[in-house]
């Protein structure tokens, strides 16, 4: 049925009636306003008389009637097409104040957007993303170095208010409490990928404060290895005290394993036949360590006394408690072992200081003393380049005293050679 349009008591302006719907006592009205400019005629919709003035209109004239409202609009419409400027009809208007509110929306979100505090990234962010892709302890270890040396500092501030004046703080705070230059280069690392994950999620776009500090520069090194004598001596303690620590300790002096590539270690890896080892998942990559024949006949022990029922992938070394998962360290006995057998007495730089990693330094430093082969030491190691491996040319005591040797022989040869020139005058 076709509208029935009624004029109202203002020029310009009419409405059509709901057929059912009530707006009051009366029939709710959809009003439209009209007028003639330049010979054009231009209509527009309003609105029904039920849905009210906007709210903002409202706020500004509390008393403006809804007929009255229209004619205003009649006025600005009118008016915006004879000088050509604004909102030229009410759909026009609709865009622009939703442009508005749009615009207005978008810099608030990016007002919220800039002031992420670092904290809250790191919590809600990084670190549930680290517990999902990264090792267990990996994980805690990076949780535990931002609520120690991150939170105070840098946590409350947002990405962009973040600077090298507060690394810097940072770093003085930990090397004030005597933490060595790795744990330094850590937490600074964990601040640099953490601004590249706020950059890449649209947080932060600008440069990580880390590029413009100091980083410290670790010498780790363990200059410390056992001689023959000491390592026999340290093994014989330890087997009055724990076989399976006994047999894990010779593993790693004659195969140069790392802890955790022991404690991971399982019987699916073991071939007693070839004496060999399959080192999955290492450092560096996987590779194949090779048995001497006395950790041959310790491994052939530890597989007669394990349990039949036990399957191919149990570990060679499982936990006493009996609970799943890889042992994390040594455990308290190797370190009261080495303190009874005075391996550290008046050692006080930690380089120096005997741990179980200085048994693989200490199967590094004899194999390239019985071989002088570093390539064969870097591929026994499972070094990826020969660079880590060369330390132990530098550490092989007694290749550095050939040397002296060797210098002190040339010199006293050509001491002599010089001896018995002669002089002639002419």
Not at 253 to 281: D, K, M, P, Q
């Amino acid at each position: 049925m076709a509208k029935q349009w009624t004029r109202s008591n203002h020029k310009g302006l009419r409405y059509f009636e709901h057929e059912t719907r009530k707006h009051g006592k009366k029939k709710d009205r959809y009003y439209a306003i009209r007028f003639r400019l330049d010979g054009i005629l231009h209509t527009y919709g309003v609105g029904w008389l039920s849905d009210g003035i906007p709210e903002a209109i409202r706020k500004e004239d509390p008393n403006l009637g809804f007929e009255d409202y229209c004619l205003k609009l009649l006025r600005e419409y009118k008016g915006n097409i004879k000088i050509g400027t604004g909102p030229k009809s009410p759909k026009e208007k609709r865009n622009i104040e939703q442009g508005k509110r749009d615009m207005a929306e978008q810099e608030r979100k990016e007002a919220e957007r800039k002031n992420i505090t670092f904290g809250q990234f790191m919590t809600e962010t990084y670190l549930p993303q680290s517990k999902l892709d990264k090792k267990a302890k990996t994980h805690e270890i990076e949780a535990m170095l931002y609520e120690r040396y991150m939170a105070e500092t840098i946590g409350p501030l947002p990405f962009g208010s973040i600077s090298a004046f507060h690394l810097e703080k940072i770093k003085k705070t930990m090397a004030d409490k005597k933490l060595s230059a790795r744990t330094i280069q850590y937490v600074l690392q964990i601040i640099r990928h953490t601004f590249k994950k706020a950059k890449d999620g649209k947080i932060f776009d600008g440069d990580s404060p880390t590029k413009t500090v100091k980083w410290p520069k670790p010498d780790n090194m363990k200059l410390r290895y056992l001689t023959i004598d000491e390592a026999e001596r340290l093994l014989a303690a330890l087997a009055a005290k724990s076989q399976s620590l006994h047999d894990a300790t010779l593993l790693s002096l004659h195969c140069g394993l790392r802890f955790g590539e022991i404690a991971s270690l399982t019987w699916s890896c073991v071939n007693l036949e070839t004496g060999t080892l399959a080192i999955l998942n290492a450092k560096t990559g996987s590779r194949t360590a090779y048995l001497t024949d006395r950790a041959n006949t310790i491994l052939e022990s530890r597989k007669q006394n394990r349990k039949e029922d036990e399957k191919q992938d149990m570990l060679v070394f499982p936990k006493r408690s009996g609970k799943e998962g890889t042992m994390a360290q040594a455990s308290k006995v190797y370190r009261d072992t080495v303190e009874e057998l005075k391996l550290n007495d008046g050692i006080t730089d930690r380089k120096q200081k005997v741990t179980f990693h200085t048994l693989r330094h200490t199967y590094a430093t004899h194999l390239y003393e019985s071989t002088h082969d570093l390539y064969l030491t870097q591929r026994s190691l499972g070094h990826a380049t020969g660079t880590m491996t060369a330390r132990y040319a530098k550490m092989s005591e007694s290749r550095l005293r050939e040397g002296a040797a060797a210098l002190q022989k040339a010199f006293t040869n050509g001491m002599k050679q010089s001896e018995n020139v002669v002089n002639f005058t002419k």
